[in-house]
């Protein structure tokens, strides 16, 4: 049956029609876009479960974004320092080698570092957390531009990039399906750890006693702390290990995505998970689906200035300045934040520091 008489004349409908335009260009790039819109949700998704970890337990954690930059680079320049050590092949699977695994190790290990002196400024020092986190990206854009600068005049090689899986042709052409498939299947193996690691945190978090423990003492810690719960262990654990997924994500730039550092190249994400992190209602699941939605605004600023759609609804866009669709991502971040804050309630005792009371 041939819709195409249907499809113009919805298409011509005055006002009306460039909605119904606007809908069939993303229903006509987004599925052949889709592996490309899951490697962007990758960084994404993992500094938001961050932000969840932080905040369920009473921490807030604006250095998201400084900590996955100092990630990014770590990565990168360890791998620049031991490649030379080791010639051996990349594997067959994600192309795994020993400067790559060791690259990402030291990159989760900074990210720890990191997160380790952001739980002791806020938890135990008791001090300002947004001062903190905000302290945290400063230093961090600061001390990784200056190394670029020296280690980038010997235009050093890096330790290469984790490959993708390929799924087989039988699961990628299945219909109406398949592009979901290949969306989270075509992807390098951190990409498709940060899909386990979203669902397991989703389970522990919910159906767990560390979970619930976790959400009492971001809920009311004085009220946890006398049922036997130690608060500051606790939150010192949770912003550690939500540190360690942040530096996945850091990771993830510099050795699966590309191949490269390059000055500031989070360009803004950890703040775009935190937005997505409430919009997601400081949920994993909910995180995920929003770090997908931020996403897919990223490829579309991308493919608008490649593949602008035609009709009506092209004539427009070509008018409007390419640089509009490179801040989409950020313009939908405001929106969000602006209708969704309000709703959203987060943990009742987020960004408060806790102090034991006396024995006495």
């Given amino acids: 049956m041939d819709i195409t008489p249907l499809v113009n004349g919805l298409y011509g409908i005055p006002v009306l029609g460039l909605v119904f335009q606007a809908i069939g260009y993303l229903v006509a790039v987004i599925p052949p876009n889709s592996t490309s819109i899951m490697s962007q949700a990758t960084p994404l998704a993992l500094a938001a479960l961050c932000g969840v970890l932080c905040e369920r337990s009473g921490v807030v954690n604006i250095g998201i974004e400084g900590t996955m930059l100092a990630s990014a680079f770590t990565a990168w320049v360890v791998g620049v320092a031991i490649n030379p050590m080791f010639q051996a092949a990349p594997t067959d699977v ?98 498709m750890s940060a899909i386990v690691l979203i669902v397991g945190a989703q389970v522990w978090l919910f159906r767990s006693r560390w979970g619930l423990r976790t959400r009492a003492v971001g809920e009311h810690p004085r009220a946890a702390e006398t049922v036997g719960i130690d608060v500051i262990r606790l939150r010192y654990k949770n912003v550690m290990i939500g540190g360690m997924f942040a530096g996945l994500g850091g990771a993830f730039l510099s050795i699966e995505a590309t191949n490269s550092f ?12 935190l937005a997505a992190m409430i919009m997601g209602r400081w949920t994993p699941l909910g995180a995920f689906a929003s770090a997908l939605l931020f996403a897919t605004f990223l490829q579309l600023g991308q493919l608008i200035n490649i593949a602008p759609p035609g009709g ?47 024995a006495t």
Avoid: C
């Fill in 262 to 273: 390059q000055l500031g190249m989070t360009n803004g994400r950890g703040f775009i998970a």
């Fill in 94 to 191: 994600f192309g795994i080698t020993i400067p790559l695994v060791i690259a990402l190790i030291a990159a989760i290990g900074v990210a720890l570092l990191i997160s380790a002196l952001h739980a002791w400024l806020s938890i135990s020092l008791r001090a300002d957390q947004i001062i903190s986190g905000t302290i945290i990206n400063i230093a961090a854009f600061g001390v990784t531009g200056y190394l670029d600068q020296l280690i980038s005049k010997t235009s050093p090689a890096g330790a290469g990039e984790f490959t993708r899986f390929t799924p087989p042709d039988a699961l990628t052409n299945l219909p109406g399906v398949g592009w979901i498939v290949s969306m989270f299947l075509n992807q390098g193996p951190i990409a």
């Fill in 312 to 358: 009506d609804l092209g004539t427009i866009m070509s008018a409007v300045p390419a640089q509009l669709f490179d801040a989409l991502p950020y313009i939908l971040t405001i929106v969000i934040l602006a209708g969704v804050v309000g709703r959203s309630v987060p943990p009742a005792a987020d960004g408060q520091p806790y102090e034991r009371e006396s």
